[in-house]
Each structure stands twice: as C-alpha cells, then as structure tokens.
C-alpha cells in the first residue's frame, strides 16, 4: 500500500512540476513579446547504440490542441518562428529548436513536434512524432539502420521518352516519397538511403504534365546495402 502511495505521490509531483514549468514559460513568453523559444536535445544511434555523427534533423511539423501541421519555413507560421535543421555532433546529439506556443495569436501550446533525419549512409522513417517537453533531461534517442538502394529502369515504346518524364509515386509513408535521395543517369533512376523494409510505389511517365504510361505496382522488402536493380516495363494509360 505504502508503495503504491509512493507512486501516486511522486506521478502528482511530477505532473505538478509540468504544470508549473508551463506556467512559468507562459509568462516568459508574454515578456518576450508573446513568444517563446524553447529546445530538446535527440540522439542519433545505430542497432547497436553506437552514435552517428553528421545526421540532419529537421522539424517539419508540430501538433498542438488544433491538431497536427506542417510547420512552414516560408516566413509565414502561425508560430512566428521558422523551423531551423541542426546536425548531431560526434557524440550523435544535436539540439532541436521549437515554439512553445504552436498558435502565437491563438496562443496554442506545442504539444509535439515531427522530425526528419537524413544521413547519407544511414535510414529511418521519414518522421519521428516527439512529446514536448521531454520527461526528463536525458536526449530523445532515435535509432537509424543502414540505408538501402535500388535502381529502376523503365523500358518505355513511347516516343521522344526521357528518364527526365519518370517519376516515382506511393500511396504509403515511406520516406523515398517526401525526402528522396534520387540520381538520374541516361536511362534509369537510382534512389540511395532508402529505410530497409518494404518498399511500395509505381513508376509514372508524365508528359506535358498529363500521365501517359504506368509500370506495374512495385513491392519489394530491401535489405540494407544496394538491391538487385528492377526493370520495369511500362504500358500506356487508359484514356
């Protein structure tokens, strides 16, 4: 029983302390002229703990009692702030910046913010969704595996095709469809760190921005590493 009062106790204290650092941010953020800029610290690691250096993490979006939004870097967030990207350092930390109102003129607190990280050599998924703040003061570890490559090669009969008219389209979230790390040779398409796992998309021929040939659908699991390269025949749409 007393044990169990212990819990109850230090969750309430805890939950008391949130409070009271949300307090005190509000009103610092008053003094500030409304806003406040406040900051985490994540950590980028293998699968087997050891830190990556040189990652990029970029916030893209935030949540807040409104829901969830991209964060614009246009000069025009409803924060009044710009998302800024930072890179890990040898110990594979790096510190993320964030608004504590989501809604400067509403006055909405940021309850989340989404991450993107890239690294040239290593993967993840395409967002990572962070609580703010942190329960505690320990970095926010996010674990990367080596990224994997494919290249695709359309066999096209239409005429005056150039690789420049294909492109790769998903339905899904993988993180080739929003952060691609894509090179077009003469004739095909390589796309280099990718997230090992499944892989879903199809490959579109676009002329005068009207679609005119599609591939078969495309599901693969890559393993980590470069893939066995993919020819894809490609057959006219259907007017």
Not at 93 to 118: C, G, H, I
Not at 210 to 218: G, L, M, N, Q, T
Request: one cysteine or more; aromatic letters at 8%; charged letters at 25%.
């Amino acid at each position: 029983m007393s044990r169990c009062l212990f819990f109850v106790f230090t969750l309430l204290s805890t939950v008391a302390c949130f409070a009271d650092q949300s307090i005190e941010d509000a009103l610092q953020a008053q003094l500030n002229g409304g806003q406040l800029v406040k900051t985490f610290d994540v950590k980028l690691v293998d699968e087997a703990g050891k830190p990556i250096a040189g990652v990029t993490v970029t916030p893209w979006a935030l949540r807040s009692s409104q829901g969830h939004g991209r964060w614009s870097d246009k000069g025009d967030a409803s924060s009044g702030m710009n998302p800024r990207a930072s890179t890990t350092d040898k110990h594979g930390v790096a510190k993320v910046r964030y608004p504590f109102f989501e809604d400067v003129v509403e006055q909405t607190r940021t309850f989340a913010v989404s991450l993107v990280v890239t690294h040239p050599e290593f993967a993840t998924d395409y967002d990572t969704e962070i609580d703010v703040p942190l329960a505690g003061d320990k970095p926010f570890v996010i674990t990367m595996k080596r990224a994997a490559s494919i290249t695709l090669i359309p066999q096209s009969e239409g005429d005056d095709v150039s690789i420049d008219q294909f492109q790769l389209v998903s339905s899904d979230s993988s993180d080739y469809k929003r952060y691609p790390t894509m090179v077009r040779h003469a004739d095909r398409m390589e796309f280099k760190t990718l997230r090992p796992g499944p892989f879903r998309g199809m490959l579109v021929r676009s002329v005068d921005g009207k679609a005119v040939e599609f591939s078969d659908p495309i599901e693969l699991d890559l393993k980590s590493g470069r893939n066995e390269a993919m020819t894809l025949a490609m057959f006219p749409a259907i007017s």
